[in-house]
């Protein structure tokens, strides 16, 4: 996997083979027996208690985490010296895919192997994690993350909670309120952030027991119900010296580098929970019948079934692609080395703006399966008694955590636009030549022999398309751009959209050999009707941006730029969706899992 | 105590499924793939034994494409401890004495002291296998156990009959137990045990140099039986038609019959 050159944000300025990047079917016999360990353990244990954790019965909740422990579950990003297992990324994101259809459970183990565990694995001493790693992993104690404060959500360092040594200097003492912290009703070690004399954001590692720390009353949510959700209050709160966590003043690296992971694995549940909700609104589809029909007879049924196993299909190569990126990169670091969780973080980091395009595009993309399974569902799916209820509510809070996705959009661009200005892309230069190729027409043929030659050339186009409109940009606003949000937010479009659409090439022209006749027709449906709707978004967006930033004759060439670099032929887009549709129905299922 | 596990990777039952082109098995292109069901409890009786004992060697044993070798690593992740697995890519069409004659043939001098099969594949269900090997290798072999346990070399097991009626079974080892639904609960393989697996030894063979029996069956015809005709809408009256539906009952069929 040579892909591990790609650097974050360079796949708006390169093109990429599908031999190096990683997909789904490059699991090995390991990687799947992982997912189907995890895949019974969920149906078995957990979703026939769904029901009763969202009730609030949180000792199943704290049981199942017991057994995640038992199971390896919570293991996966531990180091080994500490009896973690250490896998790649895209093992833990398969179980996380994995766990995401038991909607609340999930999000608490989320909450438990991301934010609340990592800060320690990442940033803890020898002895903080001899003391509370073992707890963690084996599930005998769950965590929790607590960044937010009321007056601090996205603008998570600007918070009140403080921090003061005291005056014999063995202890910290924290005072302040957090916010919404998931599992902060039966977590026993919590992540807590506060400024040290005010100004010094930092990190501590708090017990549940340490005096001066109450837990605040459940909150009453509109979905993930069996989660806990609750503010947590530090009243002269006594931590030891010893519980801080990495560097006076460092806390933000902590904070932020931990957003990171939870960002691409959010991505990975988002879609396993999208699977699993379009299942049901196919089943349903079948056994519903009106006017003598079964609704998924019905065209404006069957074009909803197709557009989702498309855009699920994205989301997943997405999703995998980006953990081969992440893999290939943290493989080359080794893993002897004194700085090891240094290096690894200056990894990870370099695909920040990826690891957000997987959390807004994936997220999204639940969101539209879950409203159009209500939909498919009808009356029904409006009321308790039918899963899409469930998964409705479950969905919406995964567009606000983790960052909003606003938040994450402004990310994308503005990442990627500080990587240019930093000389870490070569973004002016390419932005450039793109204005060259605005100026030249060109008619080019399509190279019928290559394969998804259509998709590809759509690709090159769209990515020229980017640094035109980003060009334009900074042109006109300089360093300011990063406060035109609406700006920013078309070009965020753009460049997610980009993303998804070329992974979902690469994986489509990876996998097409080993396929059968009807799996490879199917695989060709998917790319049509993705990359139709991606040039459509795409072509919204930089119309849009045009309008925002030019005026005059810039903006009529840059509009016709829109029109040329967004051209797509999608003749056969409606055979393509019946083929989909009829397939999905026929399996009952999601196709390409 | 060396004990022989016999498995076979079956498509998830929830698949839709085809007649292939030949017209004589199912398509088998475009499946998920898992370990037969009753397999699964086969494993698990093989991996509590040693634990109970103490000691113990298991070997499992699968016969097909590599691809079942797939199946295999999740038996040695939950507990087997070395896999041979008998290459034949048209395990498929074998007939049960074929596949018994396989077994028997690699397990005749290895000494195993129990070994355990399932009492049938999910999708050929023959129940077969099972019983034949047990006669080649000239050991008894109990089929259906719901419940066993062993104890110096004397097992005792609980075979399941018809019509909810139990049996006792005793038998001295060496024997050959075939394994039913509710004789126990298989566990799922830990993440750790899964990575261990990766280590443990897993031996390729040709089935040519095991296969010892040749064909004597043919499957003609694979085919989807006709779909019957729907059911009946009783209307009218409720005492009438209490009246109707006892009559339909006595006449097709016998819930009302002592
Ligand atoms: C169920 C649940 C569980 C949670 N779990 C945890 C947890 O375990 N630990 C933890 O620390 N936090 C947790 N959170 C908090 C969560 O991360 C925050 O709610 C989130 O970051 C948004 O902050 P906020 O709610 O204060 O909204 P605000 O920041 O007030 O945002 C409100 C709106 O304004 C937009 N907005 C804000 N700033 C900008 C800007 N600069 N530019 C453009 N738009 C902007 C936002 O996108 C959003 O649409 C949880 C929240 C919920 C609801």
Redesign the interface.
Known sequence: MAEALLKGGEYLITETKCEDVFTPEDFS??Q???G??TQ??IA?EILPRVEEIDAQNFDIVVDGMRQCG????L??DAPEEYGG?D?DKASSMLVAERIAVSGSFSVAYAAHTGIGTLPLIYYGTHEQKEKYLEKLITGEWCAAYCLTEPGAGSDALGGQASAVLSEDGSHYILNGTKQFITNGGFARLFTVFAKIDKVHFTAFLVERDFEGLTIGPEEKKLGIKGSSTTPVALENCKVPVDNLLGEIGKGHKIAFNVLNVGRFKLGAAVTGAAKAALETGIKYANERTQFKRKLSSFGAIQEKIADLNADIFASESLVYRLAGLLDDKLATIDKGVEDYYVQYQKGIEEYAPECAISKVFCSEVLARTVDEVVQIYGGYGYVSEYPAERFYRDERINRIFEGTNEINRLLIPGMILRKAMKGELPLQAEAMKAFEALMTPSFDDLDESVVFAAEKALLANLKTLFLILAGTGVQKFMDKIADEQEIMMAAADIAIQIFALESTVLRAEKALTGF?E??QALVRAAVKVFAFSASEIIATAARKGAFYVEEGDTLTMILSGVRRFTKYDASGLLAAKKLLAEAAC???KYLFS | MKILVCIKQVPDMESKFKVDAAGTWYDTSDLAWRMNEYDEYAVEQAVRLKEQLGQGDITVLSIGSDKVKETMKKALAMGCDRGLHVSDDQAAGKEPLQIASVIAAFAQDKGFDVIFTGMQSQDRGSGQVGVLTAEILGMPSVTTIVDFSCDGGVVSAKRELEGGVKARVKVNTPALFTCQLGLNKPRYPTLPNIMKAKKKELLSVPVAELLRADARQQTTKLYFPEKKGGGIVLEGDVGELADRLVQILQEKTTVLSR
């Open positions: 016999d390991e799947r027996q992982f189907e360990t019974q353990f078995g038992e199971l390896g579950l293991m996966m297992l896998l059968n009807r799996k026929e399996d009952e």
